[in-house]
């Protein structure tokens, strides 16, 4: 046998040891180089010396092209000098190392934001909620979103920002009261109940006038489900400064107002809704019993035929111009109480007749058009005593809303339900104009 050659295998040995030792050596060194030249790009960055910067994270990326930590710094100075474009490509090269790094999405919908391009920005904070580990920039992220989309009036999309935001944190009170607010807005009356009674016990731990918008919200859906005992017990909660005058607007006597002001229109149908409402909310409204017993007079005004022919026997003999008119006036709302219209626009002519300055034949012989379907001819009379008055009364201006909507004018209604919201009808005309955007 030939002897081995131990010196030979040593000296091999020490060279292949010698040869690894410095290719690692090499690498090690060139991962030092990479990470001090960004430490100094990070630094010259934060100082605002931006050209210093970029030099330095080129550098770094020559000694480590796949980290793409480098590869952000480069994007962000990029941004912080407009170089948009440069960014862009660096961010790109980014995400094909890391597509989950949530900072470069926040940077991409910045840079969006600048060009005006509001879709792919949020699409970018999606991402950024959807990466981020952090709860907190997660809520962060996803509110941008959903706040944007609030105020561009898309509700139903908001809503579900607002459900995602929710999921993040189911206590976070933010994200409930957005979710309660949303959902009552999408009429999904039982989603906001259960955010809001979900965090009740930490509404105790929170001033009374911050706590009233969730009471608020939480009340607003117990009535919309018809729940109104529990409505009115949340709103008890509720009952602070711009809440209070809201939480009037659900009251039975606000809803016995808008029904009284619809029975002075004969629109009795809608006052009868209006007065069921009123009385599940409140049976103890005196005026209530009153306003339902006026209008079940229509029956018994129909076969009272004996006092219209006394009524109108007196007119004919009657030499009094005062009593005369008193006499007209109760004859026409006999007329308007059994629906017979075309003998109410006879009496209100005859009337306006005897006296043409009489105001409320006017507004009656408008009305009694109006329910005839004559709306052209109604608006002439309507037009007369609109033009030739410099403060109309609001009856006539009430009526031209309606008489509007009825023919079909729904740009004119709601000019001029926008004139009666400052006026003693605003709760019918809120009600109308909601009607005309639905």
């Known amino acids: 046998m030939k002897s081995i050659n131990i010196i030979g295998i040593i000296s091999s040995c020490f060279v292949f040891i010698v040869f690894i030792f410095s290719s690692f050596s090499a690498e090690a060194q060139g991962l030092h180089d990479g990470l001090s030249h960004y430490v100094d790009a990070e630094r010259f960055r934060k100082l605002k010396q931006y050209d210093e ?77 959807k990466f981020d580990p952090e709860v907190t920039n997660k809520i962060k992220y996803k509110s941008i979103v959903m706040q944007k989309y609030i105020k561009d009036g898309d509700f139903a999309t908001a809503y579900e920002k607002a459900k995602d935001l929710h999921s993040y944190s189911p206590k976070d009170l933010k994200a409930v009261h957005y979710l309660a607010r949303l959902a009552n807005m999408s009429h999904d009356y039982q989603n906001a109940i259960n ?38 017990k949340a ?80 007119i004919r003999v009657e030499q009094n111009p005062a009593n005369k008119e008193k006499y007209y006036a109760e004859l026409v709302e006999l007329y308007f109480d059994s629906e017979e219209y075309e003998q109410a626009l006879a009496v209100a002519n005859a009337a306006i007749k005897h006296n043409p300055n009489d105001l409320k034949q006017k507004y009656y012989k408008a009305l009694a058009l109006h329910h005839k379907g004559a709306y052209k001819e109604a608006e002439t009379v309507i037009q007369e005593v609109l033009k030739s008055n410099g403060n109309p009364p609001l009856d006539f201006v009430m ?13 004119l209604a709601k000019q001029t339900l926008v004139r009666l919201l400052k006026s003693p009808y605003r709760a019918v005309a809120e009600i109308e104009l909601k009607s005309l955007k639905n």
């Open 53 to 129: 910067a970029l030099t330095e994270y080129k550098k770094a990326l020559r000694n480590e092209p796949h980290n793409f930590m480098y590869l952000y710094g480069k994007a962000l100075a990029e941004y912080e000098t407009r170089k948009n474009e440069s960014s862009l490509e660096s961010l790109e090269s980014l995400f094909k190392l890391k597509h989950d790094y949530a900072p470069a999405y926040v940077l991409l919908a910045q840079i969006y934001r600048q060009q005006g391009n509001d879709a792919k920005a949020l699409a970018c904070y999606d991402s950024a909620a």
């Open 195 to 232: 955010s809001i009674t979900a965090v009740e016990s930490q509404l105790k731990d929170i001033p009374a006038n911050e706590a009233a918008k969730y009471y608020y919200e939480l009340g607003f859906a117990y009535f919309h489900i018809n729940e109104y005992t529990k409505a009115h």
């Open 235 to 314: 709103w008890e909660k509720a009952k602070v400064g711009e809440f209070a005058n809201k939480i009037e607007q659900y009251s039975g006597k606000h809803f016995l107002n808008v029904a009284t002001i619809y029975h002075r229109f004969r629109n009795d149908k809608a006052a009868l809704h209006y007065i069921d409402i009123a009385e599940k909310i409140d049976k103890s409204l005196p005026n209530l019993h009153l306003l339902k017993a006026q209008i079940s007079k229509k029956e018994i005004s129909k076969k009272n035929t004996e006092l219209k022919k006394h009524l109108e026997t007196i």
């Open 399 to 411: 009526l031209h809303a309606f008489n509007a909507k009825s023919a079909g004018n729904s740009e």
